[in-house]
């Protein structure tokens, strides 16, 4: 009798779902399914749906849940009331004498199995609708953690039963069509993963806000898991690539971001059962919780798990802080990305630019406005005004009914995978979590709008602000034979922009990650004794505490930031344009006063290629290539290709090859190729003689049209004259494609010209161009354009 309500997770499968619902199906099919491939599982055992039914048959509590429900749902009885009545006769019911029994039994047998004293247990509720490809149920039912002891044990095990009647696992349920009396209760114990003095988090097999597929984000914090999933913490995120994971000698690590990380749940300090939240040290605060290998362990179990589930995951995971070891501790379906279409999607454009207020982490993609609500407590939620922006600290599972009532939420705290996070994809609801202030600087009723539609940062703006969609389906864009690429500005829109079908990254601009990412000038980390100012030299060792060697700073995150940039385009090229800052520009990073010169022209100055090799600057393009190297080779992103701007003449281009190789970036080696910018009158004049240095050409036609019409092209008196159809500027590029194909080399345009006009974009087909990249918002407009052009060619 009593095999029927309890059930040891190595004897549990997929297929017992019904039995032990989701949660406990999927741990015991690790256990029994991956064990050897060295996914490590912490084991335990399910009291089975058979025992919440008996204990439910023999309380005759099966009535009342009929009538109370009824009630609530036809005759007006107020939520909170309806659960409270239910989750009170289920706290006051017996267990069946069978099931305690069965529970107690068990329980011993795991205490033998383990340290032979009564061990701390995990106890996680397990509803047999749970865990389904069309629903999360995250967090819909109780979990209870540190439980010791028999008499504890069987308490939870009522508290889990009663925990399908809260008030947002009613509501959840009715959402989501579910009856609530054919919905039964499993209950998981399982062994405690000592995390409290380790760490612990959550991963996902793909990227949760862009659906990419290929990547695992993991969020990771002190102490036990339940502050990343409720949100109640800002965690540190990790994201690595997964195609590359079959390469140990690889570290495809594209994202370390250090989270706050300012409380940790640990067990309760007086030494008893239960938990305590604890504020952690600094050391804490700033340190990664994961290094890189456990990073790479996790990820190479999420790819076993995967594969095994043949779906996307949402994985939780532990580290022993006694043992140092890894541990799975549930994995359940993905139920928001891998849902949507590949090739249908809304895109969301704020039309107009307003006072920035907060930013966080975009969850979404849209954009919407309305008016503040701030609820500082779920006992208020009932305050919440049906269509308002909602405003918290946190949110937990007792907030789900006001969220699908609200516009867009904001809260204070919580990373990509916490409940807010999640939830509001599930909701299809825009929001923006980790504000950090939101609860003390937006106030209730005033007008804001909620942008998630401008990368992973999610922005609130001062008013309502207008914005327009577009819908795409990336089925009806026709093939070109011209290669169409991507102009990309930084890692998080080349995640953006995934889904395109284009032949790669022609044109991302090394600059734009420095100054996001990097943020000082190269030369200051090398040469921090130059720098003037004590407040920026303050800056400087401030951002790149974490690292012995400033310069490693500079590396490691520029490195991460292009393998981010690089790895959503994999094995497609992703050409990198070497920096092209300006001494104005550069003059702005932290530390860059010290080490640029002031111009009168700064356009026609010290800028491109003739940097690279000059005292003043020759240290900081070491760091530049050794980044670029890293990527090829450490994170092995072999499709970065390499591009030089504004070589003036054939021998500066001989001297910045020669530096490169000096660095470790050849041409040739290890599939390097290099290209060259375009954009002087005498790269065109002189194309035969610079052809041999390089891969190929990429046509900036912005510069070209500034240098062959003497147009400065940031003047607002010539700006009517800066036009890259002139007849000049047109013939400066039909000749320098001829030439380029002469010499047997391939040649783009990477220039804003193709997506500004379409006669612009049908003459460089009708020149045999072999390839055009426009920026992402573009390529949809203009593809068709480009094809119609190939057509009306092959006609002719």
Known sequence: ?????????????????????????????????????????????????????????????????????????????????????????????????????????????????????????????????????????????????????????????????????????????????????????????????????????????????????????????????????????DPDKYVVYKPLLADESLAPIIERTVGAKKIKLVYDSGGGAGTELVDTDEGERTALVLDDAEMLELARWSVILEEHYGRPLDIEWARDGLSGELFVVQARPETVQSRRSATEFTLYHLEETGKRLLSGSAIGDAVTAGEVCVIRSVADIGNF?????????????????????????????GGPTSHAAIISRELGVPAIVGAGTATKELVDGQQITLSCAEGEQGHVYEGKLRWSTEQVDLEALPETRTHVMVNVASPAAAFRWWRLPVAGV???????????????????????????????LAQVRELTAGYADPREYFIDRLATGLGKLCAPYYPRPVIVRLSD????????????????????????????????????????????????????????????????????????????????????????????????????????????????????????????????????????????????????????????????????????????????????AAFLVEQGIDSMSLNPDSVLKTVPVIAEAEDAGAGG
């Open 581 to 760: 800052f300006k001494t104005n520009e550069y003059a702005h990073l932290l530390g860059g006063r010290a080490f640029e010169p002031v111009e009168e022209n700064p356009m026609l100055g010290f800028r491109g290629a003739s940097r690279y090799d000059d005292d003043r600057y020759r240290d900081g393009f070491e760091l530049e290539c050794l980044a670029l190297k890293r990527v090829r080779e450490k994170l092995g992103f072999t499709n970065l290709a390499v591009m030089v701007p504004f070589v003036r003449t054939v021998p500066e281009a001989e001297r910045v090859l020669a530096a490169m190789a000096a660095h470790g970036l050849v041409r040739g080696e290890n599939g390097l190729q290099l290209y060259m910018m375009c954009e002087v009158p005498s790269n065109v004049i002189l194309a035969e003689d610079f052809a041999p240095l390089f891969d190929g050409f990429s046509i900036g036609s912005n510069d070209l049209t500034q240098l062959t019409l003497g147009v400065d092209r940031d003047s607002e008196i010539l700006a009517s004259s800066f036009d890259e159809r002139d007849p000049a500027v047109t013939r400066m590029i039909a000749d320098v494609i001829a030439r380029a194909h002469t010499a047997g080399i391939t040649v783009g345009l990477c220039g804003q010209g193709p997506s500004n006009y379409p006669d612009f």
């Open 506 to 536: 022609g044109l991302a601009r090394l600059e734009f990650l420095i100054a996001d990412v990097i943020k000082v000038h190269p030369m200051a980390l090398v040469h921090p004794d130059r720098v003037e100012s004590a407040e920026e």
């Open 1 to 233: 009798m009593e095999q029927s309500y309890i059930l040891w997770f190595e004897d549990i499968s997929l297929g017992d779902l019904p039995r032990v619902g989701g949660k406990n199906a999927s741990l015991g099919e690790m256990i029994g399914q991956l064990s050897e491939r060295g996914v490590r599982v912490p084991g335990g055992f399910a009291l089975t749906a058979d025992a919440y039914r008996l204990f439910v048959e023999e309380n005759g509590l099966e009535h009342r849940i009929r009538d109370t429900l009824r009630g609530f749902r036809e005759e007006g009885t107020p939520l909170e009331k309806a659960g409270q009545t239910l989750r009170r006769e289920f706290l006051e019911a017996s267990l069946p004498a069978p099931v305690e029994q069965a529970v107690t039994e068990a329980y011993r047998e795991l205490a033998r199995r383990s340290s032979g004293e009564a061990p701390a247990v995990a106890v996680r509720s397990s509803a047999t609708a749970e865990d389904l490809p069309e629903a999360s149920f995250a967090g819909q039912q109780e979990t209870f953690l540190n439980v010791v002891g028999e008499a504890a044990l069987l308490q939870a095990c009522r508290d889990c039963f009663a925990s399908l009647f809260t008030d947002r696992a009613i509501t959840y349920r009715a959402l989501k069509g579910f009856d609530d009396l054919q919905v039964a209760l499993s209950v998981g114990v399982q062994l405690m993963v000592r995390s409290d003095v380790g760490a612990s988090g959550v991963m996902f097999t793909l990227d949760t806000e862009s659906g990419f597929p290929d990547t695992t984000v993991i969020s990771a914090t002190w102490g036990l898991g339940e502050t990343v999933v409720q949100g109640t913490v």
């Open 385 to 413: 005004r049906d269509g308002a922006i909602l405003v918290a600290e946190m949110t937990d599972p007792d907030w789900g009914p006001v969220m699908k009532r609200a516009a867009g939420i904001i809260t204070d705290h």
